[in-house]
C-alpha cells in the first residue's frame, strides 16, 4: 500500500477493519445518508510506516462537498470560533497576507481582520461562501488552483479542521507550499487522535468516513518535516477544561471500561473538583495546533 503522505509503495500497513453497514446506521442517526459512499463491505484503516499516520481506505469512502453541506445543516455549531483559531493569532503579524483553506462562513477571515491582518480564503461548500460573514474574499477553488495562480504569495497559509477530510495528503500539502513564500508559516490545526475522546472509542462517528479521511497525532505531525521543506516551530495542545464537561460525558456514556467508568462516576460525586484538576493535568485536550516555517 501507498502512503498518501510519503507516497513511498510498503510504507503502509493494515490496523484494522471496519464494518461498513455499521458506520451508515451510525450517520443515518446523525440524520445523513452516506450509503453511497461505501461499495464494500469492510472499510480498513492504515498506517503509514515513515510518519505514524493513519488514513481510511478506500478514499472512494471520503465526502464531497454536498456531505459538507448537509453536515453543516444537521450540526449548527459545525462553523464556529475555535480555540486553535485564536491561538494561532499569536503567530501572524499585522498585514501579513494570509491564505486560509477551508473557511466555511469567514469566521476566522473576521478574526484576521480584527487584527488588522490581511485574509483571503478558499471552501468547497457553496452555502458557506454564500454566507460569508467576513469582509474577505472566499473563493470557491482548490489550493492547486491557487497555488498555479499565486505562487510564493502569502506569508501564512493556515488550516484548521481540514487536514483530517485529505485523502491526497502529500499534492495537498505540497500545493499549500508552492502559495507560500520562503520563510512563511503552515500552521495546522487537527483533532488530537492520541484523544481522550477517542481512547475508547474508535467508532466515534464523525472520526470516521465519509467526514475523516484520516487520523493524525503529534507525532504523524512532527513526521511532515521529514517529507516536506518544513521546519517544526512549536505543536499546543487545546487544554481539557476547553471541553471538560463533553469529555466527561462521553467517558460516563461508553459503555467499555466498565469499572474505570464506575471509578470516575464516583469521584466525580464525592470530589468534582479535584477529579478535574487530576485529569486536566493528565490528558491532553482534542485539537492539537502545528506551526511549520518554510524552509
Given at each position: 500500500m501507498v502512503s498518501p503522505v510519503s507516497l513511498k509503495s510498503n510504507d503502509a500497513v493494515l490496523i484494522e477493519e471496519?464494518?461498513?453497514e455499521s458506520i451508515i446506521?451510525?450517520?443515518r442517526e446523525l440524520g445523513l445518508n452516506v450509503n453511497h459512499f461505501f461499495s464494500t463491505k469492510s472499510l480498513s484503516l492504515y498506517k503509514c510506516k515513515s510518519t505514524g499516520y493513519r488514513f481510511y481506505y478506500p478514499y472512494t469512502s471520503i465526502g464531497d462537498a454536498h456531505f459538507y453541506s448537509e453536515l453543516s445543516k444537521v450540526r449548527k455549531n459545525y462553523y464556529s470560533t475555535r480555540w486553535e483559531h485564536l491561538q494561532s493569532l499569536a503567530y501572524l503579524k499585522n498585514k501579513e497576507n494570509v491564505l486560509e483553506i477551508g473557511s466555511g462562513f469567514?469566521?476566522?477571515l473576521s478574526l484576521l481582520a480584527e487584527n488588522k491582518i490581511n485574509g483571503k480564503g478558499l471552501e468547497l461548500n457553496p452555502q458557506a461562501i454564500e454566507n460569508?460573514?467576513?469582509?474577505y474574499t472566499i473563493e470557491n477553488k482548490l489550493i492547486g488552483e491557487e497555488s498555479k495562480e499565486n505562487p510564493n504569495k502569502y506569508d501564512a497559509v493556515v488550516m484548521f479542521q481540514v487536514l483530517e477530510h485529505v485523502p491526497k495528503v502529500n499534492s495537498f500539502i505540497t500545493d499549500a507550499l508552492n502559495s507560500l513564500k520562503k520563510g512563511g508559516k503552515l500552521i495546522i490545526g487537527v483533532p488530537n487522535n492520541n484523544p481522550y475522546l477517542f481512547i475508547n472509542d474508535k467508532h466515534h462517528t464523525l472520526n470516521l468516513p465519509p467526514h475523516h479521511a484520516g487520523l493524525w497525532?503529534?507525532?504523524?505531525l512532527k513526521s511532515l518535516e521529514k517529507v516536506f521543506p518544513l521546519e517544526l516551530e512549536v505543536i499546543e495542545f487545546e487544554p481539557l477544561e476547553e471541553s471538560y464537561d463533553q469529555f466527561i460525558?462521553?467517558?460516563l456514556s461508553n459503555k467499555q471500561n466498565f469499572y474505570y467508568r464506575k471509578l470516575v462516576n464516583i469521584t466525580r460525586k464525592l470530589f468534582p473538583k479535584l477529579l478535574k484538576k487530576i485529569l486536566c493535568r493528565l490528558i491532553k485536550g482534542r485539537n492539537v495546533l502545528a506551526v511549520f516555517t518554510k524552509k
Open positions: 471496519f464494518n461498513t446506521n451510525s450517520y469567514g469566521i476566522y460569508n460573514n467576513s469582509p497525532n503529534k507525532k504523524s460525558n462521553h467517558l
